[in-house]
């Protein structure tokens, strides 16, 4: 499956971006998917994830509360909307899809991995 991931730029402090990935090549409502963020010099970081139905959701605690994942299974599509934006947020943010249908937060569980869109809040 190929991910395309798009929606990142540059927002002030206390704003709002959409993240989205769409995927071809494969039945996407067989996957769950999940997007992680890496900031130069940091290892790779879980930001959350969604089941292949779309029924269960989970989230790093750094983002609960403030992001939220959803999937539209008839667009091949996967959102991040991410609200309360901090300076810490900032990264290259990754959308991956797993075979699982309900994957955990371990980056191995994730077969596919898109290209990545970048993430700048600014203070």
């Known amino acids: 499956v190929q991910l395309q991931a798009s929606g990142g730029g540059l927002v002030q402090a206390g704003g709002s971006l959409r993240l989205s990935c769409t995927a071809s090549g494969r039945t996407f409502s067989d996957y769950g998917m999940g997007w992680f963020r890496q900031a130069p010099g940091k290892e790779r970081e879980f930001v959350a994830r969604?089941?292949?139905?779309?029924?269960?959701?989970n989230y790093g605690d750094s983002v609960k509360g403030r992001f939220a994942i959803s999937r539209d299974n008839a667009k091949n599509t996967v959102y991040l909307q991410m609200n309360s934006l901090k300076p810490e947020d900032t990264a290259v943010y990754y959308c991956?899809?797993?075979?699982?249908?309900?994957?955990?937060?371990?980056?191995?569980?994730?077969?596919?991995w898109g290209q990545g869109t970048q993430v700048t809040v600014s203070s």
């Open positions: 991956a899809a797993s075979h699982l249908g309900v994957p955990g937060p371990a980056s191995s569980r994730y077969n596919y």
């Open positions: 969604i089941s292949s139905s779309g029924g269960s959701t």
